[in-house]
């Protein structure tokens, strides 16, 4: 396995176990800095003596049932991947899907062509077949399907739930796959970067995207807030139909939908693969038509992706009298990050889920990795249950098909056929590989608050803790009137298990 050095990033993750005898009470020291990656270290080093910075634990405060952490099957994953020789690419879905690697149990695929397929495409692009005669999985056998496969082949458990990024383009009002024409799009991406002045190179954190074609013209433009889908009852129950198509098909070849989303980011109309939505149509699309014909599937109906802010876009679904019936539960991503707080409280019943995390800009650096962490903090602080990566994995350096450039947990050279690992990865690998369903996060008090703990059915607490300065930092963690203390590496993050 090929891991390459970090651009200043550290993860250091400790695992305390109950022990009425040994020094610290540490039963495991995981770290991961710049240089070396997930390396065991000697607990000898944990201390009693209580430092400034502080980390509370009380287990009786335990949050939300975590589910299970995932990521994406895509095109361009799979395409990347199959440039390995077929030991790498196995070492590859071991280190991610196993349980003695990223531990990737709870995963998101596309149900048609999304922002990072090959092309578009969708499961039946006949126009005007409401019986869905011509509906087919070609496209996915190519590479969806052995992408999913070979991952159920370490780990035949797996979770996997579906959106659509768009409907067949026949369905739309615009009879295309986009929302967005190619000249109102580039024009765009051309006064930002004039804008910037050179300045995007000075920011880590800074969007990368390449003018694209799309072969939208400016008449089909749809606007967000208007409704990009056909809303007649013919085509609502076609689509109804091509869900429950694509859950059969599937299911005859050996992978089973647990769970399926209307919609992709409903309010975005984006320059590749998009539909926008009115929250109304929605509702009256899960309500009548999408959430009885899942029903019969026994698939879970669950109302997303939600991209924005606004939390009256959710609960025109949640509150409708219909939709409520079969939606367990929402979906959160990008700025719908700041909806979630709301909601949730509006709605304690409900499954909570990011469902896409922000996807960079491809530099796979320190910066976008600590963003990752305050991201998965933020929406799991929040009541998530299961957390969502995108990129699987992308050729180093490579844009979309439709001109952006992001992050991924892997990246493969497409001229030397060698692969890493990112600093995205083991933040994300730094708490799935310890949690099991139904291990619920704690929820913690003191001084230092860039930290994270979760209770395991066995009793252990797995506290995980990042030191963002550029020096070593002493944290301890106060546990059952016991103290934890370690020396944080500088930029790092840092965990650990008692009872």
């Not at 600590?370 to 699987?392: E, F, P």
């Amino acid at each position: 396995m090929k891991i390459s050095n970090f651009l200043a990033l550290g993860l250091f993750s400790l695992v305390l176990s109950s022990c009425a005898s040994g020094r610290s009470g540490i039963k495991e020291w995981t770290s991961t800095t710049m240089d070396q990656p997930w390396q065991q270290q000697s607990t000898a080093n944990i201390t009693s003596a209580q430092a400034d910075s502080t980390i509370a634990i009380d287990i009786t405060k335990t949050d939300q049932a975590i589910e299970g952490f995932g990521t994406c099957f895509n095109e361009q994953g799979w395409a990347s991947l199959s440039a390995l020789d077929k030991n790498q690419r196995t070492s590859v879905m071991k280190e991610l899907f196993s349980k003695e690697g990223g531990n990737l149990t709870y995963n998101r695929m596309p149900l048609g062509a999304n922002d990072f397929a090959l092309e578009y495409y969708s499961l039946d692009d006949t126009d005007g077949d409401f019986a869905m005669k011509d509906f087919n999985t070609r496209e996915d056998e190519k590479t969806l399907i052995p992408f999913i496969k070979a991952a159920l082949a370490v780990n035949p458990d797996l979770y996997l739930w579906a959106s659509p990024w768009t409907p067949p383009a026949w369905m739309k009002v615009n009879k295309h796959y986009a929302c967005h024409p190619e000249s109102s799009w580039n024009t765009m991406i051309e006064n930002f970067k004039a804008s910037m002045n050179g300045k995007p190179d000075d920011n880590p954190l800074r969007f990368r995207l390449e003018t694209m074609k799309n072969g939208l013209s400016t008449e089909g433009l749809v606007k967000e807030g208007q409704d990009g889908f056909i809303q007649k009852p013919e085509y609502l129950q076609a689509y109804a139909d091509y869900f429950a198509k694509f859950v059969d098909a599937y299911k005859a070849k050996g992978i089973k939908i647990s769970m399926v989303m209307p919609q992709n980011e409903f309010n975005s109309n984006q320059c590749y693969p998009s539909c926008t939505w009115k929250a109304a149509s929605l509702a009256n699309f899960i309500g009548k038509y999408l959430g009885p014909a899942m029903q019969r599937k026994g698939v879970d109906v669950f109302f997303g992706t939600v991209e924005r802010a606004n939390p009256a876009l959710t609960d025109t679904v949640l509150n409708d009298a219909d939709a409520k019936k079969y939606v367990k539960g929402v979906s959160f991503q990008w700025a719908g990050k700041d909806a979630l707080p709301k909601i949730r409280k509006e709605h304690p019943g409900l499954f909570y889920v990011q469902s896409e995390q922000e996807c960079g800009n491809g530099l796979n650096n320190w910066e976008g990795a600590m963003h990752s962490w305050d991201l998965m903090k933020q929406y799991i602080g929040n009541g998530v249950r299961a957390y969502c990566y995108w990129n699987t994995s992308l050729f180093e350096n490579k844009a979309s098909r439709w001109g952006w450039y992001q992050n991924s947990l892997v990246t493969v050279n497409d001229t030397t056929k060698e692969y890493k690992f990112t600093p995205e990865y083991y933040v994300l690998k730094h708490t799935s590989h310890y949690l099991s369903k139904d291990d619920k996060r704690l929820i913690t008090s003191g001084t230092f608050s860039d930290a994270m703990a979760y209770l395991t059915a066995n009793g252990t607490v797995i506290v995980i803790a990042v030191n963002k300065t550029a020096s070593p930092m002493k944290v301890s963690i106060l546990l059952k009137g016991k103290t934890y203390t370690a020396n944080l590496p500088a930029l790092s993050i840092n965990s650990m298990i008692a009872k």
